[in-house]
């Protein structure tokens, strides 16, 4: 039996574009669990693993956080995190006790939620990274 012409390259058109949303899936998720070095402070010691939730995603979005620590002081870690991930330091961060935290949302195609939490300690500052990534629906 032949295959029409236009059927073939209906069908073709179908598995590229299929496969061009796997190959994108599979380069978001290898970028996801290898980006802790992204968040991560320079020298900060983790004190956690990093949380890779992907239980969200049938909802539309990925989560990952994670947990470290410097001994250099906070307004040093928060300067970094401002001029690295792009954090808007206008909004004051909001103070709870000997906390802050910063976010900010980056929307492209898909819209990245980085929220920033530094604890001052005598001992340095403890980081807590929290980032959301949502899907375009």
């Known amino acids: 039996m032949k295959i029409p012409l236009a059927a ?4 073709f058109g179908l598995t590229a574009g299929w496969l061009v949303v796997g190959l994108a ?19 900060a ?4 693993e990093p949380e890779f939730r992907l239980d969200f995603l049938s909802k539309g ?15 040093q870690v928060l300067n970094w995190y401002a001029r690295y991930l ?18 900010d949302t980056d929307a492209m195609i898909i819209r990245q939620s980085m929220g920033v939490t ?7 500052t403890t ?11």
Do not use: M
Request: with cysteine.
């Open 25 to 43: 899936w599979v380069g978001l998720l290898i970028e996801l669990g290898q980006s802790d070095g992204l968040v991560r402070y320079p020298g």
């Open 86 to 103: 792009k954090l808007d330091l206008d909004r004051r961060p909001q103070l709870t006790g000997n906390c802050f935290h910063v976010g």
């Open 127 to 137: 980081i807590f990274v929290n980032r959301t990534l949502t899907l375009p629906r």
């Open 61 to 75: 979005y990925f989560r990952q956080s994670g947990v470290y620590h410097t001994a250099d002081a906070w307004p």
């Open 8 to 11: 073939r390259f209906a069908i």
């Open 118 to 124: 530094l604890c001052s300690q005598a001992a340095g």
């Open 45 to 48: 010691v983790r004190l956690t």
